[in-house]
């Protein structure tokens, strides 16, 4: 089946540096991947939509500069959060749309990562 | 603006009984409804979508546009439906789609 691979899973950062996580698909082409966070005992939030080849498209209240999305390639989206905060920490969910069923409503996720800023 | 409210975050139930687990959503069009399970340690998968029609692992779920809901049931809970279940809407927003998910509602079976 297919399947997302997220990396890292966890990462413990200092305030004030950057972090990168990835979302990779791994046995299929995703022309959209799509990133969530989730705060403890709250909803999966999403965050942005990651098209392969243009601007991420992001939710309302979502920092634009703060969390850049680059989708460069089919099989690969990064998240980074820039200058990170102790209220960035949160757990990150990426998940991806297989190409080649573009309507298909199954979404493929990421295990997730889980990030805490110091 | 599209919601998805799971008013309970626990359900308990003994092995055999039957589960319901609720979903109601607020969308102005014609919503997709899905229901997404997570299992201790693995990642969230697809459980089943209204438009299928479709009965995975004994779960079944209507949708309900009057009451504005898609509850999720099974007539005899096992234990191996101990998991996490998220509810999911997904819509058209300003010309791309987008998925809501409920806060989810942890299922507990009891042996």
């Known amino acids: 089946g297919a399947v997302v691979s997220q990396h890292p899973s966890r990462v413990i950062c200092k305030s004030g540096t950057s972090v990168k996580i990835e979302c990779r698909s791994l046995?299929?082409?995703?022309?959209?991947m799509f990133w969530y966070r989730q705060f403890p005992k709250k909803s999966l939030m999403l965050m942005a939509t990651?098209?392969?080849?243009?601007?991420?498209?992001?939710e309302q209240g979502v920092e634009k500069d703060k969390f850049l999305i680059n989708h460069a390639s089919l099989t690969l989206s990064t998240l980074t959060v820039t200058s990170a905060h102790p209220e960035d920490s949160s757990f990150y969910i990426c998940?991806?749309?297989?190409?080649?069923?573009?309507?298909?409503?199954?979404?493929?996720f990421g295990s997730g990562t889980q990030l805490s800023v110091l | 603006a599209q919601r998805v409210t799971q008013p309970e975050k626990l359900l308990s139930v003994f092995k055999g009984a039957p589960v319901e687990l609720k979903c109601n959503y607020s969308?102005?069009?014609?919503?997709?409804l899905f229901w997404y399970v997570q299992y201790s340690r693995q990642r969230l998968q697809l459980l089943l979508r209204?438009?299928s029609r479709e009965s995975i692992k004994g779960f079944t779920a209507d949708l309900n546009k009057g009451e504005t809901s898609f509850h999720l049931k099974k007539p005899f809970a096992q234990e191996e439906d101990s998991a996490m279940y998220y509810c999911?809407?997904?819509?058209?927003?300003?010309?791309?789609?987008?998925?809501?998910f409920g806060t989810g509602t942890k299922l507990q079976v009891i042996p």
């Open positions: 998940s991806a749309r297989d190409r080649d069923f573009p309507t298909n409503e199954k979404l493929f």
């Open positions: 046995d299929f082409q995703a022309t959209t």
């Open positions: 990651s098209n392969e080849g243009s601007k991420a498209t992001y």
């Open positions: 969308y102005s069009g014609s919503p997709e």
């Open positions: 209204h438009i």
């Open positions: 999911a809407l997904r819509g058209d927003s300003g010309g791309y789609q987008k998925v809501t």
